[in-house]
């Protein structure tokens, strides 16, 4: 039997139907998408075609301090964790069709080039060839450089950055480590 999905869930799974695993997203866009797949489940009581944007956000709040999917507020949007992505992306196949909004042969190309990128950078290189040991005692700029960030990106910018590329690499078998050990690196830094 399969259980009917939180509100949280919702959201999270809109988020990423709208491609919110690589860039921030606004809760309107976000209560559309929720409406689409779940008709009623964010309507007025009295007004069923109207959608509760606080439904919303509430929503969103709850998928971001309960569950960890998401990352973000009202005022700057909204992007999922790697942990969101994944429930996303299982409950996607499951639930829903493949969302055709995403432009899947754009984006792989795009993830693509990002990935070649990432293999060509000093600190896969040090990875590859001393190890993950090695790469976690790297100096500040290389792992900068592998996220591309520098000392002016601060902030939620920075961690969207760094969420981004776990998003897309976490579990890629060349770079998958590598992503985890420099994102906590830099997660574990006052931001």
Do not use: C
Not at 2 to 16: C, F, G, P
Not at 122 to 150: C, H, M, T, V, W
Not at 165 to 179: H, S, T
């Amino acid at each position: 039997m399969i259980r009917e999905l939180t509100q949280k869930e919702l959201v999270t799974i809109a988020l990423y139907l709208l491609g919110g695993d690589t860039k921030s997203q606004d809760t309107e866009d976000i209560a559309i998408k929720a409406a689409e797949i779940a008709p009623g489940k964010f309507s007025w009581k009295k007004y069923r075609e109207h959608i509760d944007q606080e439904l919303v956000r509430a929503a969103l709040k709850n998928a971001k301090i309960e569950l960890k999917y998401i990352v973000g507020s009202q005022k700057e949007g909204w992007l999922l964790t790697p942990a969101g992505l994944a429930f996303a992306k299982a409950s996607s196949q499951k639930h829903w069709k493949k969302p055709s909004e995403r432009e899947p042969g754009r984006e792989q190309m795009l993830i693509n080039r990002d990935k070649e990128r990432l293999l060509n950078t000093e600190a896969y290189l040090i990875y590859k060839s001393e190890g993950l040991d090695k790469a976690k005692a790297l100096p500040a700029a290389i792992i900068d450089n592998f996220f591309r960030i520098n000392d002016y990106v601060k902030g939620r910018a920075r961690i969207e950055k760094i969420t981004r590329v776990e998003n897309q690499f976490i579990q890629d078998p060349e770079l998958g480590e590598l992503v985890t050990a420099l994102a906590e690196i830099e997660k574990g830094k006052n931001l």
